[in-house]
C-alpha cells in the first residue's frame, strides 16, 4: 500500500550556520561598531540582542535573510516579544518550531477526508501518515494539502510504493 508523511523538520546544523554567520556579519559592519548586537543559539531557541529597538530589528533581518539562503522557511520562527534588559539593551527569542503540532495535525486530517479523496490519514506523533491504493491519489492528497496549508512550513517524506 503506497504510503508518505507530513512533516515539519528544520536542519539544526543550517540553522547554527545560519547563527555564525549572522554574528560574523554584524561583527563587520560599521553600523553595529560598539554595539551588543548578537545571537545566541541553544538548541532550537535563538535570543537577538542589541542596544535598541531599531538595531535589534536589523540583526532580525539579517538572521532571516541567512537563514532563507540556507533554505530554512521563515515561517517556522515563532518570534517573541521584545524585552528590556540590563540598561538600555533589548532581546527578543525566536523558537524554531519543528513536528507538525497537535492542532495542525488534526487539521490536516480532516482537510483529507473532507476532500473525499481514497486515502487514509493518521496521526503519528509529530507527523502524518497518509496512504491510499494509487499513487495518484497520494499526489493529488500532497496538492491539496500544499494549497490549503500555506502558513506552516510542511515537507513530504517517507513516500513509498
Known amino acids: 500500500m503506497p504510503s508518505f508523511d507530513i512533516v515539519s523538520e528544520v536542519d539544526k546544523q543550517e540553522v547554527k550556520n545560519a547563527v555564525e554567520q549572522t554574528s560574523k556579519e554584524v561583527s563587520t559592519r560599521f553600523d553595529f561598531k560598539g554595539s551588543d548586537a548578537r545571537v545566541e543559539q541553544a538548541e532550537y531557541v535563538l535570543t537577538v540582542y542589541a542596544d535598541d529597538d531599531f538595531k535589534l530589528d536589523q540583526v ?13 522557511d521563515i515561517k517556522c520562527l515563532e518570534m517573541g516579544k521584545s524585552e528590556k534588559v540590563t540598561g538600555n539593551k533589548v532581546k527578543r527569542s525566536a523558537t524554531v518550531k519543528t513536528g507538525v503540532e497537535t492542532e495542525l495535525a488534526k487539521k490536516i486530517v480532516r482537510i483529507i477526508k473532507d476532500s473525499k479523496l481514497k486515502v487514509q490519514a493518521s496521526i503519528q506523533g509529530e507527523a502524518v501518515r497518509v496512504t491510499g491504493a494509487k499513487r495518484d491519489l497520494l499526489q493529488e492528497a500532497i496538492a491539496l494539502v500544499r494549497k490549503e496549508i500555506k502558513d506552516f512550513p510542511l515537507q513530504y517524506q517517507n513516500f513509498r510504493d
Open 60 to 72: 532580525q533581518e539579517i538572521l532571516n535573510g541567512k537563514l532563507i539562503k540556507r533554505g530554512i
